[in-house]
Each structure stands twice: as structure tokens, then as C-alpha cells.
């Protein structure tokens, strides 16, 4: 894949949206993500959609499946702008149940399957959902009733939510039989593209989460910008072993097969060992991973003996690539096209991505401003700096949200004219090539999950042994960073520093998801440092 056939982009205009937004937007688009789906089908219908653990369905079976879900929440009474939470990993019944909700104007609320009670009963109850749909395995986590505040919960394991069970020709049928083709959607009135179509919650710098409002007009342009910046095609094979409850799983690898037809390949989660068995038996082609998950690969002693020569897009972002980690696959596999990208949950996935053939040449950079993009990088009083100075980049374009649900506050402190206000110190030199420095807000990276110190601050805060808390990364080799916790406690905690640890651990793994959780503390009786101004010195506190 050449540089000029990734930038051969249909044409592009001026549009007003959200009220007060002016953005260059694709003028020829779908409206929504059932659209994609209808012209998917139209165009795509017998391919491969989705594979998973020895079974596959066709494009037109996906949408047969996703009537049959969509009139079953349709009789549950789930309509036009209902929120239904989906706490559902790796699996077809994630695809499946989002499209369904898709198809009747509803918005999907992903969690995690690594969240606990709390953080789940509390996404529920901010959004107003009205439903969950869950994996049996998950029962255990689900809130009690009363934390849940009304909304029903309905297993994806159950028959009335598994059309894959049907045979394709049963499937076909039933659709026939009630006079509608697999494909058609139900009635009632079209999404409009504004509308919000998933709200994805991310961690907030006041310990609570806040919920992203990704408009279908947000994620049509973000499966676009992949779709023409890594030329997707249908001919596509995809491996998500990221989350799909993650902005990038959903967006980059579920909506982005969508848009152009490819297939995509299912894995339950990612083990180097099982991710490269998978890569190979499917001709996988295209996928996104953090740099330690290839690292994790390289590391595989028979690494060689895999054939993935059909790998042509290795897609990375979260943290930096090691040149050692480059030129091994460069090495091992040279057909094998590194394309590092940023963005965030705001800015519905890619805000830039390496143009294909240059990541060697640019190993500093996460690439340039996607097709529709206007990334300006600003100073403490709100001026743009110059080319190759360094200051806050602002991203501006289709593809950053309208604003957090029900938060007008965090609302107005990140979004300034249409610009979300990222908190990442970077720079933009002469030839449009983004470098990310540093973060303004205090967040740990661990191998691309981000972590906000003081939500774990928050939760150690509330148990009766701890003084106080802080939360900092420490440096690792291969996730980037660990989150480390240096506690000041009670006397007589501090007196058994190893069981008050194991306490602090299980207070934390009942109340955060377990990427969150304190791999190392640092236990004591003395108060954390300060300055003179009475400001908690985190800097003296990180592990070298």
C-alpha cells in the first residue's frame, strides 16, 4: 500500500454541526451506523463478518441476527434514544447487540467487563439506563437491585438473544416469514447523524467517570479516516483482541469492518501464543494492539514459525514503539506496515495516524491530523504557538464529541469552540508531524489502558486505615507504567505494613477494575510530602 492510494479521499466540505461547530467533513456519507450496515449487506452480503472459535457469519446473517435481537428489544420496549448498557466482552453477542440497538435509534452504553459494582451500578444510574444486557459469567458482578435503581438485566446467554444458534437457512426464514428480508429495519423514524449513538464513559479528574457522547456523525468520519488512511477494503481480515468495549476496539476494529465489508476475527482477549495461532489459521490482515502486545509476540520463541505473511497493517497507539520492537518486525516481518496512531475517547478514536511507509523515519511522532482533523496546539493563555513549539493540543473536526452526558461543567472545561482541550503537551512540526511530550493531567498509562490517579486515590481514601494516598505510574519495560501506591496509614496499620497491603489490595479489587488496582505500595506511618503551599509533591513519590 502506497502513501497515495491511503490519501485518494472522496470529497470533502464545510459543514455546520452541533449548533456553533464549523468542520471539514466526507460530503458524500452514510447517516448512521445502520446505514453502513444496509449498504454492507447490499454490497457484501455473502463475505465473511465475523469469526469466532470455529464458527463464522455472513454479512447477511449478521443483519438477521441483529433483526431478530432489535424486535426482541423492541418488545422489551426499548425505542428512539432509550440507554441500554452492554456489559459483554469479546464475543459475537457484543456485534450482534450493539447493531440491534443501533438499529432502533437506541445508544449503547459499553462497560468494561473488568469494572466492579460500583463503577458499573454508577454508569448505569448516570445514564438513566433502562436496561443492561450482560454475559451470564457476569452475574456475580452485576450491582444488587438497589443500586440499580430500576433497570432490568437480561442475559445474552439466554435463547431469546442467541440467533446464532439458528442455521443461516432457519435464520433467512423466520426473517421471510414475518415479510421483511433480513436486512430491513424496523419501524420508525431514521437517526438522524447528530444523534448520539453510544456513550462510552471515561475516567474523570474528579474521580468520577464521564460519558462521551459519540454521535453517529462522530463515528461514520472516524470509520472513514481508517477506512481511506490504512485502505481497508473488504478484502480485510481484522483481529480485535483489544476490548470492544474500548473506544478503539469499538470504533476502529467493529465499525471500521463495517464501513468497508472486511471481516472481523473475534478473540476473547489477547495471549501472545493464541493471538498469533488465530493471526495465522485466519489470514488475518489488519488489526490494532498496544506496542507490548507485539512486543509479547517477538518474545514467542517459535515466533518464526507462524505464517502471517498475509499481515499487511499493524496499527499501535497508547505508547511509544521501541526502535528495537520496530526493527524486529520490520526483520521478521517485512511485509508488515507499522502505523502509529492518537486520539481518545473524544475524539471517537484517531485523531492522527502515521502515514503508511513512515513510521521508521518518524519514531518521535504519532503521525499526521486525520483527513478531517484541525489540531492546533495552544499556550496557558490560549494562543497557538508556532510550528514546533510545544504547548496543549486542541483537537478540532467531525470526529470530537458534542460533550459528556449530563455534565454540562466537564463539558465547558474541555471543550472551547469546538476544540476538545486534550491535557496532552505536544507539538506540531513544519511538515504536519504531531509529537505527544507529556500529560497535563495526572494520568497513568498502563499499556494503553489510562488510569486517573485520583480515582484510585478516591477509593483508598474511603477506608478507615489510610490518611491519605497518592497514586503515581511507575516505569515498566513493557506496559509503560504500573500503578504505584504510597499510602500513609494508622500506627497500628503501619505496624504490619504486608497485611495492611493485602487489606488496601482487596479494598481496591472490590471497588475498581482490576487494571486499576496498585501492583506495588509503599506503606508508612509519615505523611505524604508536601511544599510549602500545602501541594502534595507526587514528582519526589514515583519510582525511578
Same mark, same amino acid.
Request: proline share 7%; with cysteine; aromatic share 6%.
Given at each position: 500500500?502506497?502513501?497515495?492510494?491511503?490519501?485518494?479521499?472522496?470529497?470533502?466540505?464545510?459543514?455546520?454541526?452541533?449548533?456553533?461547530?464549523?468542520?471539514?467533513?466526507?460530503?458524500?456519507?452514510?447517516?448512521?451506523?445502520?446505514?453502513?450496515?444496509? +449498504?454492507?449487506?447490499?454490497?457484501?452480503?455473502?463475505?465473511?463478518?465475523?469469526?469466532?472459535?470455529?464458527?463464522?457469519?455472513?454479512?447477511?446473517? /449478521?443483519?438477521?441476527?441483529? #433483526?431478530?435481537?432489535?424486535?426482541?428489544?423492541?418488545?422489551?420496549?426499548?425505542?428512539?434514544?432509550?440507554?441500554?448498557?452492554? /456489559?459483554?466482552?469479546?464475543?459475537?453477542?457484543?456485534? &450482534?447487540?450493539?447493531?440491534?440497538?443501533?438499529?432502533?435509534?437506541?445508544?449503547?452504553?459499553?462497560?468494561?467487563?473488568?469494572?466492579?459494582?460500583?463503577?458499573?451500578?454508577?454508569?448505569?444510574?448516570?445514564?438513566?439506563?433502562?436496561?443492561?444486557?450482560?454475559?451470564?459469567?457476569?452475574?456475580?458482578?452485576?450491582?444488587?437491585?438497589?443500586?440499580?435503581?430500576?433497570?432490568?438485566?437480561?442475559?445474552?446467554?439466554?435463547?431469546?438473544?442467541?440467533?446464532?444458534?439458528?442455521?443461516?437457512?432457519?435464520?433467512?426464514?423466520?426473517?421471510?416469514?414475518?415479510?421483511?428480508?433480513?436486512?430491513?429495519?424496523?419501524?420508525?423514524?431514521?437517526?438522524?447523524?447528530?444523534?448520539?449513538?453510544?456513550?462510552?464513559?471515561?475516567?474523570?479528574?474528579?474521580?468520577?467517570?464521564?460519558?462521551?457522547?459519540?454521535?453517529?456523525?462522530?463515528?461514520?468520519?472516524?470509520?472513514?479516516?481508517?477506512?481511506?488512511?490504512?485502505?481497508?477494503?473488504?478484502? #480485510?481480515?481484522?483481529?480485535?483482541?483489544?476490548?470492544?468495549?474500548?473506544?478503539?476496539?469499538?470504533?476502529?476494529?467493529?465499525?471500521?469492518?463495517?464501513?468497508?465489508?472486511?471481516?472481523?476475527?473475534?478473540?476473547?482477549?489477547?495471549?501472545?501464543?493464541?493471538?498469533?495461532?488465530?493471526?495465522?489459521?485466519?489470514?488475518?490482515?489488519?488489526?490494532?494492539?498496544?506496542?507490548?502486545?507485539?512486543?509479547?509476540?517477538?518474545?514467542?520463541? #517459535?515466533?518464526?514459525? &507462524?505464517?502471517?505473511?498475509?499481515?499487511?497493517?499493524?496499527?499501535?497507539?497508547?505508547?511509544?514503539?521501541?526502535?528495537?520492537?520496530? +526493527?524486529?518486525?520490520?526483520?521478521?516481518?517485512?511485509?508488515?506496515?507499522?502505523?502509529?496512531?492518537?486520539?481518545?475517547?473524544?475524539?471517537?478514536?484517531?485523531?492522527?495516524?502515521?502515514?503508511?511507509?513512515?513510521?521508521?523515519?518518524?519514531?518521535?511522532?504519532?503521525?499526521?491530523?486525520?483527513?478531517?482533523?484541525?489540531?492546533?496546539?495552544?499556550?496557558?493563555?490560549?494562543?497557538?504557538?508556532?510550528?514546533?513549539?510545544?504547548?496543549?493540543?486542541?483537537?478540532?473536526?467531525?470526529? !470530537? !464529541?458534542?460533550?459528556?452526558?449530563?455534565?454540562?461543567?466537564?463539558?465547558?472545561?474541555?471543550?472551547?469552540?469546538?476544540?476538545?482541550?486534550?491535557?496532552?503537551?505536544?507539538?506540531?512540526?513544519?511538515?504536519?508531524?504531531?509529537?505527544? &511530550?507529556?500529560?497535563?493531567?495526572?494520568?497513568?498509562?498502563?499499556?494503553?489502558?489510562?488510569?486517573?490517579?485520583?480515582?484510585? +486515590?478516591?477509593?483508598?481514601?474511603?477506608?478507615?486505615?489510610? /490518611?491519605?494516598?497518592?497514586?503515581?505510574?511507575?516505569?515498566?519495560?513493557?506496559?509503560?507504567?504500573?500503578?504505584?501506591?504510597?499510602?500513609?496509614?494508622?500506627?497500628?496499620?503501619?505496624?504490619?505494613?504486608?497485611?495492611?497491603?493485602?487489606?488496601?489490595?482487596?479494598?481496591?479489587?472490590?471497588? /475498581?477494575?482490576?487494571?486499576?488496582?496498585? +501492583?506495588?505500595?509503599?506503606?508508612?506511618?509519615?505523611?505524604?510530602?508536601?511544599?510549602?503551599?500545602?501541594?502534595?509533591?507526587?514528582?519526589?513519590?514515583?519510582?525511578?
Amino acid at each position: 500500500m502506497s502513501d497515495s492510494q491511503a490519501r485518494a479521499l472522496p470529497a470533502m466540505r464545510r459543514e455546520a454541526h452541533f449548533g456553533d461547530r464549523v468542520v471539514r467533513c466526507f460530503a458524500m456519507r452514510p447517516a448512521g451506523i445502520d446505514q453502513m450496515l444496509h +449498504e454492507t449487506v447490499a454490497r457484501h452480503g455473502a463475505r465473511d463478518a465475523l469469526v469466532f472459535e470455529g464458527r463464522s457469519w455472513s454479512w447477511r446473517e /449478521l443483519a438477521a441476527g441483529v #433483526d431478530r435481537i432489535a424486535a426482541g428489544l423492541q418488545a422489551e420496549g426499548i425505542g428512539r434514544g432509550d440507554r441500554v448498557g452492554m /456489559l459483554i466482552g469479546n464475543r459475537p453477542e457484543f456485534v &450482534f447487540s450493539l447493531l440491534a440497538i443501533q438499529r432502533l435509534g437506541a445508544i449503547a452504553v459499553p462497560i468494561s467487563i473488568r469494572e466492579q459494582a460500583p463503577g458499573i451500578a454508577y454508569m448505569l444510574g448516570h445514564c438513566g439506563a433502562v436496561l443492561l444486557l450482560h454475559e451470564d459469567e457476569l452475574t456475580d458482578r452485576l450491582p444488587p437491585p438497589d443500586a440499580l435503581a430500576g433497570v432490568r438485566c437480561c442475559s445474552v446467554d439466554g435463547d431469546a438473544w442467541r440467533p446464532w444458534r439458528e442455521s443461516p437457512a432457519s435464520s433467512a426464514a423466520s426473517a421471510a416469514s414475518s415479510g421483511q428480508p433480513p436486512h430491513a429495519p424496523l419501524p420508525g423514524d431514521p437517526t438522524a447523524e447528530e444523534d448520539t449513538a453510544v456513550i462510552l464513559y471515561t475516567s474523570g479528574t474528579t474521580g468520577r467517570p464521564k460519558g462521551a457522547m459519540l454521535s453517529h456523525f462522530n463515528i461514520v468520519h472516524s470509520a472513514m479516516h481508517y477506512e481511506h488512511c490504512m485502505a481497508l477494503t473488504c478484502a #480485510d481480515r481484522s483481529v480485535i483482541a483489544v476490548p470492544a468495549s474500548h473506544v478503539t476496539g469499538l470504533v476502529a476494529m467493529i465499525v471500521a469492518m463495517l464501513r468497508v465489508g472486511g471481516a472481523l476475527v473475534i478473540a476473547r482477549s489477547f495471549k501472545a501464543r493464541a493471538f498469533l495461532e488465530l493471526a495465522a489459521a485466519q489470514r488475518i490482515s489488519h488489526t490494532i494492539l498496544v506496542p507490548a502486545m507485539y512486543q509479547l509476540c517477538l518474545l514467542e520463541p #517459535d515466533f518464526a514459525a &507462524f505464517d502471517l505473511g498475509a499481515w499487511r497493517i499493524g496499527a499501535y497507539g497508547g505508547a511509544p514503539m521501541p526502535r528495537a520492537t520496530i +526493527e524486529a518486525l520490520a526483520e521478521r516481518l517485512p511485509r508488515l506496515t507499522l502505523m502509529n496512531a492518537y486520539g481518545a475517547t473524544e475524539t471517537t478514536s484517531p485523531a492522527t495516524i502515521m502515514p503508511p511507509g513512515l513510521q521508521a523515519d518518524h519514531l518521535a511522532s504519532v503521525g499526521r491530523p486525520v483527513p478531517a482533523a484541525d489540531i492546533r496546539v495552544m499556550d496557558d493563555a490560549g494562543c497557538e504557538v508556532a510550528a514546533g513549539d510545544t504547548g496543549e493540543l486542541w483537537i478540532g473536526g467531525p470526529m !470530537v !464529541v458534542r460533550g459528556y452526558w449530563d455534565d454540562r461543567p466537564a463539558t465547558a472545561a474541555a471543550f472551547t469552540g469546538g476544540y476538545w482541550r486534550s491535557g496532552d503537551i505536544g507539538s506540531i512540526d513544519a511538515d504536519g508531524f504531531v509529537q505527544v &511530550f507529556d500529560r497535563k493531567k495526572d494520568m497513568i498509562n498502563r499499556g494503553g489502558y489510562k488510569i486517573y490517579s485520583v480515582e484510585v +486515590e478516591n477509593v483508598l481514601a474511603g477506608c478507615d486505615e489510610v /490518611l491519605e494516598a497518592a497514586v503515581v505510574g511507575r516505569p515498566c519495560p513493557v506496559l509503560g507504567e504500573r500503578v504505584h501506591a504510597v499510602v500513609a496509614v494508622t500506627p497500628q496499620a503501619a505496624a504490619a505494613p504486608s497485611a495492611c497491603e493485602a487489606r488496601l489490595r482487596a479494598w481496591c479489587a472490590e471497588r /475498581l477494575a482490576d487494571y486499576k488496582v496498585p +501492583e506495588s505500595w509503599v506503606i508508612q506511618a509519615e505523611p505524604l510530602p508536601r511544599n510549602a503551599n500545602g501541594k502534595l509533591m507526587k514528582r519526589s513519590l514515583r519510582p525511578t
